[in-house]
Structures are given as C-alpha cells and as structure tokens.
C-alpha cells in the first residue's frame, strides 16, 4: 500500500472540531489454564467477508455442513469474520479447507471487530484440515488470508471455533475514559487549534484533538490526565498522535490525582497511533510527556485508557457492519430525454467551485438524462453573467467562462458503510475534472469544515493524465497534496474517456477497498493507516457527489486544446449495505 495525494480542496479551509466515531477496543487475551472440553460456538452465528465468490457465501463457512463452502475473489489479503455474539474464551479453531487454501494466513481476534490481537500466524499453511489451539478472548474472530497456495482465492467448507467456556467467557476490557474529566498542562485555544482543550482527547472523535499552548506549552514537560471517576485496573493504553508528539514520556496512574506511579515509560515514542500494554490500578491516569519530537508542543488525537472498574460512560454505539447484500440506493437514470436528475434522489449545488475552478454550477440546465439510460453532466464554454471566478487565462475575464453541474444526495440519502457502485464515461480533455465522491454529512449537519469532515474520492480524472484516475482518502492528518490514495491506469494506455468503466468502493469498520472494472486499484487497511498517517474519520454518515469541475488547482486552467462542451455520463449509481 502506498499514498498518493490529489491537490484537492473540497470544502472551507478552517479549524474546527470533531468529525466522526472513532473506537479503538482491545482483545483481552486469556492466560494460560487448564479448559474442559471444547464446545462449538461458530455454527449459525453471523458472518461477513471481504468478497465472495459467486453463490459461495460466508455463511456457509459456519452452517455445518460439509458440502457447503465459503470462497473469495482470486486476490490475496482476503478475510471472513464471525461475530461470536458475545466476548467468549476462545481455545480452539479448526480449519477445513477446499482445495483452494491459504499458504500464509492469520486467525485474529477483536473485541469490536476493530482491534484485532493475532492468536495463529503461519506461512507454511497445509491446506485440508487444519485444527489449531489458540488462546484469547473476544466477540470477533477472522480468519485474514495473507497467499494462496493456488491461482484461485480462498476457500473453506467449515469455520469452526471453539470454547472451553461455550461462549460466557468472563468478558473483555471497556473503554474507561470516554466521556470522563480530563485536565492538562496547558491548553491551546487560537485560530490553528481552536479549544484544544483536554477533553476533546478524550471524546471518542478523532477529528478533534487536544493541545499544548504555545505560550508556555511548547515546552518540556507537559502532561494530559484523565479522572476515570472510580478506582480502576487499567490494562491498556492507546494514544493516537498528531505529527506533534512525544518521543520520551510515561504512563502514570494515582489514586489520588496527586502522587503518581509509572506502569510505562519509553524514550522512542513513535507518534501516530501507539497500542500500550500496561498493568497498573488507580483512579487518574497520566500521559506526562518529557521530550518533545519537534519545534512544536505536544497534542493527542485520542487518548484512550481501557481496563475493568472506574465509572465508564458507555459510549455512543457503533454502525452495523455491512454485508454488501442489501440495497440501500440505486438510480439507473431511466427517464426520458432531458428530463433532469430525480428530485427525490438528487440536489443541484450551484454557483461558483471551490479550489480555483473556472465553471458556474449551474441549476441542473447543465445536468439531464439522456433517454439512453444515461444521467449526462455537461460542461460548456459559456459565460455567466455577474458571476466571479478565477481569471480564465484563454479570455482574460474574472467573469466565469464555463458552466456545469455538481449533484449531491444530502437530505435524501446518506449512510455508513456499504459498497458503492458506480458506471461511468468521463469528460476528458484539458482543463476538465470529473469526479465522484463521497463527503462526511456533517459538513451540512454541523457546519463542520472540510477535512474534518473527512472525504473518500471514488474517481477522480484530469484530462492532462486521459489514463489515469484516482481514489483517494481525505481527513484532518492527510488531506489536500498529502491525501491517501492511489491511482489506476488502463492497459496499453487506453484514454478513460473513450468509454464506460466501473468505480466501486467496500467500505466498512477495518478500511477500503477500492476497484476498477472488478480490479482492485487500492486498499486500505484502518490499522496501518492509523499507524503511519493519522486518524480514521469514516465512522459516520456521508453523502455521495457528482461534479464535472473545469479548471481548479490541480488540472489547471482549458487551454487552446481544449474541446467543449464535455460530458460526463453516468449509466447507474447503486449502494449495498
């Protein structure tokens, strides 16, 4: 997996506070004791899968039937995760495989189907069937393939996991610290970090962040504490920087909120997102930082402390996973010719685009079906009467010089997770910048400035690069020029404008997948992102976009080349959940 940041601005340019849900749990694992006999706790409970294999379901893998089997697309990296239903001790899992098996692979185990603590990793798998003695508790168990042993994906007739305990294992760690009372060195509050105050790293949003002051906060030392309310057994710590963070620091608890005691101290901290396994009892839990990683002071995305007892307040829950079989939105753009896009679907945007682009958006005489199955968004060289845009290097005019049309569903449609769908010609000569992508709700909801919004670009294309399009992540640590994503090129450097492709994304709780024609393009795995970028902000609603953009800080302006007018033509939208 690589980055590849769009030059891309999408919203207003401010500071603000918090976007969406993040939650981080932890897997308790269990030690070492004698268990009875084991009990089968997979069969019929739910399960989900990175993709399937035409009639080969997940659930298939948990039935009990050995006739019955579960496969994957022919691509490494492929999962199917079963939720135990409940925490539960697990001691044993027995793998029966098709002949299509896993060479290399992991069992994994996750008290939210988030965080997950690896029980069984090898690369040297046999195939047939293979039964493995594991030890760990939790709700979530995966099995992560990681190389085939063949061409095909993988495939298993059974899933088995068993528990000595049948399933009422003693229960896992809580998150101990949302919500609770915190207190700090000092605090920012200024026009780049706006009430960066103590709680904001303790609120569960990773789009929010606490911070030193400058005056007198960008300084060794400087400390964040968190009162949990209650005497507490605090097993683990997880700390999701910003690039301002500490490389010496400790982990201290008290009883008292006044004499401290150190269950952990490190002097390479690391930045981004650190996991700590820590042991350690008492009320008040301390992050003091005593050697900073630069210039700057010393801020914290999230600080979560998890453990047993305290006074936890229970967290806002999370969105249900998706299966990726129910569906939730489509338009085929069936009506006749020139009728506009469904108001019951779509909202026409209109004036000027944001990023120096050159076109008014106008009120969808720009945007029409083509009778054909086809939704058309048209971009013309025609000027707009009082309206400003960027001087348009060709006229010469700060007058916009082009229009076009930009639709969005907010207010009819918006959703966590799924897979999105999407046909699509592109526009493509110079100057032109189709795109379709998804923005957080609350950019409307809340009036919350982009990138704390987050954003997730499906496809984006510029007509400078007619090969190429893109898919990219945009958040409050990577965003812009440093967005993460990457891009997809045709074979033998075939123009995407020449004809229909099809750009999707499998969006859920542990990343993305992004595909073209049924070809992965770009993953992204939640985990890895949070520790080499920052903070995950697409645990919450979005709406989907269509744009068809002229000009902007990253095309550039239509030159004497350029041919108009230009169409994008979409032949469906469709969202599963």
Known sequence: MHARG???LRGALAVMAAVALLFTLSVALAPERAVAAPVLVSRGKPVTASSTEGPFAAANAVDGDPGTRWSSEFTDD??????LGTSTAVGQVVLTWEAAYARGYRIELSADGRQWTTLHSTTTGTGGTETLTVSGTGRYIRLLGTERATPWGYSLYEFQVYSATGGSGPGGDVLLSYGRPGSAS???HDGTCWECTPDKAFDRDPASRWATSPEGGWTDPGWIAVDLGAPATVNRVVLQWDPAHARAYRIEVSDNGTDWRTIHQTASGTGFKETLDVSGTGRHVRLYATQRSGEYGY???????????GAPIPAPPLPPEPTYDRLVFSDEFNGPAGAPPDPAKWVPETGTGPNNELEYYTDNK??????????????????????????DPLSGSTTCQ?????????????????????????SGTQGLWPAFWMLGADYFDQGRPWPYTGEIDIMEHVGKEPNTTYSTLHAPAYHGAAGYGGPHSLPGGADFADDFHT???????????????????FRVDREELERTRGPWVFDHDFFLILNNAVGGDWPGAPDATSRFPQKLSVDYIKVWQ
């Open 6 to 8: 769009t030059p891309r």
């Open 78 to 83: 492929q999962w199917i995760r079963i939720d």
């Open 186 to 188: 000092t605090s920012q």
């Open 299 to 309: 801020s914290l995305w999230e600080f979560q402390v998890w453990g047993t007892g």
């Open 366 to 391: 720009n945007a029409a079906q083509d009778g054909d199955g086809n939704l058309v968004l048209e971009a013309r060289r025609e000027p707009t009467p009082g309206s400003a845009c960027p001087r």
């Open 402 to 426: 082009y229009t076009s049309a930009r639709l969005n569903t907010y207010g009819k449609f918006q959703f966590t997770y799924g897979r999105v769908e999407a046909r699509i010609k592109v």
């Open 503 to 521: 750009f999707s994304v499998d969006w859920n709780s542990t990343g993305m997948t992004f595909r073209v024609d049924g070809r992965v393009s």
